[in-house]
């Protein structure tokens, strides 16, 4: 059984969706994310999560439907006691890889519409709210994952209108692979 987290309705529906998947809306945000993939991982005990979502593309690989492959958080500011991306005291890794390899997200609790350094830095080819929550709560749980981003805009100042118009773009996109996923093709 796959199940599929995804923040919003308005990215995904709750439309017809192929046998042996369930479809959870976490919302907005790392914290979100993790508690309804903990509790979803908890209630559907799944083979594999899927997260989809619409995300801000940093680099020229990152545009249209995407596979990423890897996340890291943006936000956890603990410095001194720990590099920026890095929680403190935490043994694990401070990226979050599925082993599928694909693109590098980077997650945070802000809506990024303004160039980052330290993204550039990472090597960071998109930005969400969502996957480093849900990453962390399959990890903790042993369950693999996988995610596809849908990229509504360029993290600049115009991020916030071309995400408004663009976030239910990448629906039918998303449902084409989920198909295949769903069969075992892919």
Known sequence: MLLVIVALEE?????????????VHSGVGKVNAALATAAALREHAPTQVVNFGTAGALSAAAHGLVEVGRVLQRDMLAMPLAPRGVTPFDARAAELGNGRGGLLCASGDSFVSAPDPWLAAQGVD????????????CERAACPWRAYKYLTDQADGAAAGDWQARVNQGERLFLERLVALAAGQD
């Open 126 to 137: 998109l930005v969400d709210m969502e996957l480093w929550g849900i990453a962390m709560a």
């Open 11 to 23: 990215e995904l529906s709750r439309q017809p969706l192929p046998a042996g998947v369930v479809l």
